[in-house]
């Protein structure tokens, strides 16, 4: 038995498919390949093109989920299981994901203040958090020189 189907043997034993699934849609590969909605989004925008109709990042994750069921169908092999079990779960990441980012812009709002290095007033996109005094802030990016920006708020 070789060094790699040793490992592979090992890990069979410490980890379930799924825990093993888990483990690598948010370690590495997350890394590696971006976001799975940013990804999934490139992929689709490809296949859109390439099909002739809309794919949604969603439909990526799922016909990939496909392409392991059907070699898992040709050819049993744990890989096949842990990268089917991994695409479903990159599915519910894009889900999670675009939520996350629509809930994020709809709490963003837009303020001026003061930029130290273009020295003047800019418009700037932030989101309002709460200073360690209790005083709402607005922080950003200027839009001309990238430099912070922040814009004290108060109480209320």
Same mark, same amino acid.
């Given at each position: 038995m070789g060094a790699d189907s040793e490992t592979a043997l090992e890990n069979s034993r410490l980890e379930t498919v799924n825990e093993e699934a888990q483990r690598l849609i948010?370690?590495?590969? +997350?890394k590696t390949y971006d976001h799975p909605l940013d990804n999934f989004n490139r992929i689709a925008r490809i296949w859109s093109v390439i099909f002739g109709i809309e794919v949604s990042e969603e439909q990526v994750g799922l016909a990939m989920v496909g392409v392991k069921?059907?070699?898992e169908a040709y050819h049993p092999k744990r890989d096949n299981l842990v990268d089917g079990a991994g695409y479903f779960g990159t599915v519910q990441m894009v889900i999670d994901e675009r939520i996350r980012r629509e809930h994020e812009r709809e709490s963003t709002t837009t303020h001026s203040a003061y &930029? %130290?290095?273009c020295k003047c +007033?800019?418009?700037f996109s932030s989101m309002v958090s709460k200073s360690d005094?209790?005083?709402n802030t607005a922080r950003g990016? &200027? %839009?001309k020189c990238n430099s912070n920006v922040v814009r004290i708020l108060g109480k209320e």
């Amino acid at each position: 038995m070789g060094a790699d189907s040793e490992t592979a043997l090992e890990n069979s034993r410490l980890e379930t498919v799924n825990e093993e699934a888990q483990r690598l849609i948010t370690g590495d590969r +997350n890394k590696t390949y971006d976001h799975p909605l940013d990804n999934f989004n490139r992929i689709a925008r490809i296949w859109s093109v390439i099909f002739g109709i809309e794919v949604s990042e969603e439909q990526v994750g799922l016909a990939m989920v496909g392409v392991k069921i059907a070699r898992e169908a040709y050819h049993p092999k744990r890989d096949n299981l842990v990268d089917g079990a991994g695409y479903f779960g990159t599915v519910q990441m894009v889900i999670d994901e675009r939520i996350r980012r629509e809930h994020e812009r709809e709490s963003t709002t837009t303020h001026s203040a003061y &930029c %130290p290095k273009c020295k003047c +007033n800019v418009e700037f996109s932030s989101m309002v958090s709460k200073s360690d005094s209790g005083r709402n802030t607005a922080r950003g990016y &200027c %839009p001309k020189c990238n430099s912070n920006v922040v814009r004290i708020l108060g109480k209320e």
